[in-house]
């Protein structure tokens, strides 16, 4: 008798309702997960003194450290193959130990290579355009041609890395650091780090006084790099 009623009592059905949730619930779960693991993730920053090429400024007590996402290893943190396209990622870091904020509005940020070409970071527009038709040309033209905008032509996913990666502060404020990618388009160039620098001007203090410009020197990452 005991038998039987344990029987009926594990026989019992889970409501519909009920069933029909869990079962949504867990296909919903394992369609998520594979999503989740490929969204982008910025790197987490470290003060910009810890990397190898950087430019500190005691007096301003201001450093910032460029570091290039130049090999495969390091680029399978992006979805987009950024190298195949003739851009280099490098990781811009800005940490502010003083106590008062420093203002990034007017920046300009130069790569001089040691042949002397001038490269300035890409626009989100510019690499919308190279990634989605390889011959256009993001380099300054001495005739000014309309752009159009292409972003339709991306895939979400991808124009949500390029967003979420670059670097957009404004400012950086007391005791804090900010960080982002900066894209250059080095296509043609052989080897666009070796003796090059990475000029930062336009960096101004909380009462708008321009501070002396940044110089960080590429080539102590390569040097870095070869100890590794």
């Known amino acids: 008798m005991g038998h039987k009623r344990r029987s009926r009592f594990y026989n019992r059905r889970m409501p519909k309702s009920w069933k029909g949730r869990l079962v949504v619930g867990a296909i ?10 490929k969204n982008f993730m910025k790197p987490v920053a470290q003060p910009a003194r810890t990397y190898p090429a950087h430019d500190d400024h005691p007096e301003d007590k201001l450093a910032m450290a460029a570091d290039p996402y130049d090999n495969p290893e390091k680029a399978k943190l992006f979805s987009i193959n950024f190298a195949e396209h003739g851009f280099l ?10 106590d008062q904020p420093v203002s990034m509005a007017n920046v300009e940020i130069t790569l001089i290579t040691r042949n002397h070409s001038k490269l300035t970071p890409l626009s989100t527009e510019d690499l919308y355009r190279r990634m989605t038709n390889p011959q256009a040309q993001t380099r300054p033209s001495p005739i000014p041609i309309p752009r159009k905008s292409v972003k339709g032509t991306m895939s979400q996913k991808e124009q949500d890395e390029i967003e979420m990666s670059q670097f957009e502060a404004r400012a950086v404020e007391p005791h804090s650091t900010q960080s982002g990618f900066l894209f250059f388009d080095v ?17 101004a203090d909380a009462k708008g006084n321009e501070l002396l410009y940044f110089e960080i020197p590429m080539q102590k990452y390569l040097s870095a790099t070869r100890k590794r």
């Open 187 to 203: 296509g043609g160039i052989s080897a666009p780090l070796a003796e090059a620098n990475l000029d930062i001007t336009g960096v």
């Open 89 to 98: 990622p490098v990781f811009f870091v800005v940490t502010n130990d003083g």
């Open 28 to 37: 919903c779960t394992l369609l998520s997960l594979p999503l989740l693991a």
